[in-house]
């Protein structure tokens, strides 16, 4: 459309500002990613305490697994040494004084107490028990358990992992 009045054609178009840029940023933007770089940090550094706290954890059921694939030692040989595992572990967890001299009833009493939502298996102080008898028993005594000695370390061995997993301070 062509108007007649040349003032009117004089005129120009609108001209809108550049658009506003991301730099330099708002003070609310420094804010927010400080923060992130800070819960960042704070979660890689917890992680990799959390490791460093659970050291024993991992050494002991690498050590749980070695003793399990030895096949020159006897069943109830592979008992004690688990239960000696597990006893680094309580003294490594919980210190010498309150640990070193628990032993049967009082030794299982302990592990429950330390991880009271893992259930102890039946029969678990007469499996341990087997670790202190001889290797090849008379066939006279009675078993004081119904189960074999293959059975009684696999008890044993799953007890043990569970309890180094989850056991609490």
Known sequence: MQTNNPLLEQLKDIQLPDPIGWWPLAFS????????????????WYYLDLRRRNI??????KQIDA????????????ISE????????????YGRSSTAALYDQAWL???????????????LLEILKLAYQPEHADSTEPNPIQLSSVQAVEIWQDYAKKWIKGHHQ
């Open 82 to 93: 688990i239960n000696a595992i597990l006893k680094r572990v309580a003294v490594t967890a």
């Open 29 to 44: 933007w420094w804010i927010l990613l400080f923060s992130i770089v800070a819960i960042i940090a704070g979660a890689i």
């Open 67 to 78: 003793i399990l694939l030895k096949a020159d030692s006897g069943d109830t040989h592979k």
């Open 109 to 123: 009493d302990f592990l429950s107490a330390t991880a009271s939502y893992i259930p102890q298996p039946e029969n």
């Open 56 to 61: 024993y954890r991992r050494s002991a059921l």
